[in-house]
């Protein structure tokens, strides 16, 4: 087969919607999980849960998400992609099923619940570079990563008009067992078609094998001289003592933060500043709430193609990285801000904040491949400490979200999402200057032990 890495990504692309779907599924159903509206062909259970408990359960999933990061970086780097991504997927998919069971007993169970299932999907990014650093040819890695990590792109786009149709016609439990189901037959396919490395896949043509093998590296991966595996601790201590490392934790921080400033609390402001009847109000939310999402995912492959396009024109990497993680950081910030002054307009709202993230699709040819060009070798470890660094912002926008926005607060409500916003804005530009000063271009001492 000669397309085989091709097929390696769209699997990886998938697998990431499917990553998606499971950590974000209660973010839209709990807007009918909470209340006491009923669908007019479905009576569906609804709890009476506090706002401060509805934003433990928004934020609890990344209380678990954090914890494993850079221990699930390091364990692909030495058991490989394909085992680590695919039972972790495979044990959260099992928490997705016993979710509208926990939701019966307490808001508390599904506290706990989501704890364990971010638990299961904290190594699941981390666990990725390590397979492109394998399966890429550095020509094409631009549109392999773009494309692969459009993904988690396409989880909100499919998800929330998926969750949204579901409420609508059969009621909030059957979001997490529709869910469930379709990523546990990623999983079942994931084991099938994908193998750690190309020279172990038993799919791919000699051409092909010959191909990747020749162009991936560049001679950038080092093998250790004397076969000593270094400590995890140790490796992570010497990471954290570079200064190029906060630059990317920092870029993570800021990228993440936004992220989940619109994904985690973009439907409850939605349902919040939208006005329109009670006839299919879910999907109606969904839609508005998916518009930010779908433009990021179709201009995540138009960047792959021109950040591909220019190196091959003799741009450095670096230069490009810092181009696209400008782009990705930049224009969002501006759309942030302008969003919390025009709720009076939901529509020209969305379509704001749309423009914005659209440009956050360049992440795959900034931060994510400027760590694969410090660290080829422990890719895996090294996003794990950007990325559990940056989902911290995932625990804690719905506490500021719920602190800022309550009805009981000092401030009007519409006052509160404009600070919860800027606050984004702020990060997003502070962590550009640093990408754009000092980000490194060298394969790091700490990758080469």
Request: charged share 10%.
């Amino acid at each position: 087969m000669q397309c085989m890495r091709w097929i390696v990504s769209v699997m990886v692309c998938i697998g990431l919607f499917c990553n998606y779907m499971l950590r974000i599924h209660i973010d839209f159903a709990i807007t009918q999980i909470v209340g006491n509206s009923t669908n007019s062909s479905t009576v569906h259970s609804q709890y009476d849960w506090t706002p401060l408990e509805k934003s433990w359960v928004l934020g609890s999933f990344f209380y678990g998400y954090i914890l494993l990061q850079i221990p699930g970086g390091r364990l692909a780097e030495k058991f490989g992609t394909r085992n680590v991504l695919g039972i972790s997927m495979l044990g959260s998919v099992m928490v997705s099923y016993l979710l509208p069971v926990l939701a019966g007993w307490s808001p508390w169970a599904v506290v706990a619940a989501r704890i364990i299932q971010g638990l299961l999907l904290s190594p699941t990014y981390p666990s990725i570079p390590p397979l492109y650093v394998k399966w890429t040819p550095l020509q094409e890695r631009s549109r392999f990563v773009s494309f692969s990590y459009s993904g988690s792109n396409l989880g909100p786009v499919l998800t929330y008009p998926l969750c949204g149709v579901i409420m609508d016609n059969f009621g909030w439990e059957m979001v997490f067992y529709t869910t469930a189901s379709l990523s546990l037959i990623w999983c079942l396919a994931w084991f099938v078609l994908v193998s750690e490395s190309p020279e172990t896949n038993r799919w791919i043509s000699q051409d092909e094998l010959d191909f990747i093998v020749k162009n991936r590296d560049e001679g950038k991966i080092q093998n250790n001289q004397d076969g000593v595996e270094p400590s995890l601790f140790k490796i992570v201590l010497e990471m954290l003592k570079s200064p190029k490392v906060w630059v990317i934790m920092a870029y993570d921080l800021a990228y993440c933060w936004g992220l989940y400033a619109f994904l985690v609390m973009g439907p409850t402001f939605i349902n919040s500043i939208a006005t329109h009847g009670e006839e299919n109000k879910y999907t109606q939310n969904a839609l508005l709430t998916m518009m930010p999402f779908l433009a990021k995912t179709v201009c995540s492959g138009l960047f792959g193609i021109l950040s591909d396009f220019i190196i091959s024109k003799g741009v450095k990497l670096i230069t490009a990285q810092k181009i696209f993680a400008s782009l990705t950081l930049l224009p969002p910030a501006l759309a942030l801000i302008m969003m919390g002054y025009l709720t009076s307009e939901p529509l020209f709202c969305v379509l704001v904040i749309t423009a914005g993230f659209a440009f956050a699709g360049a992440t795959g040819c900034g931060g994510i491949q400027n760590i694969m060009l410090q660290a080829p070798n422990r890719s895996g470890t090294f996003l794990g400490i950007s990325n559990g660094f940056g989902n911290l912002s995932g625990a804690i926008t719905p506490l500021l979200a719920n602190w800022l926005t309550h009805p009981d607060s000092s401030w009007d409500p519409i006052l509160g999402w404009r600070l919860f916003f800027a606050t984004s804005s702020v990060l997003n530009v502070f962590a550009a200057i640093l990408f754009i000063f000092f980000a490194g271009d060298k394969q790091q001492q700490f990758d080469t032990f």
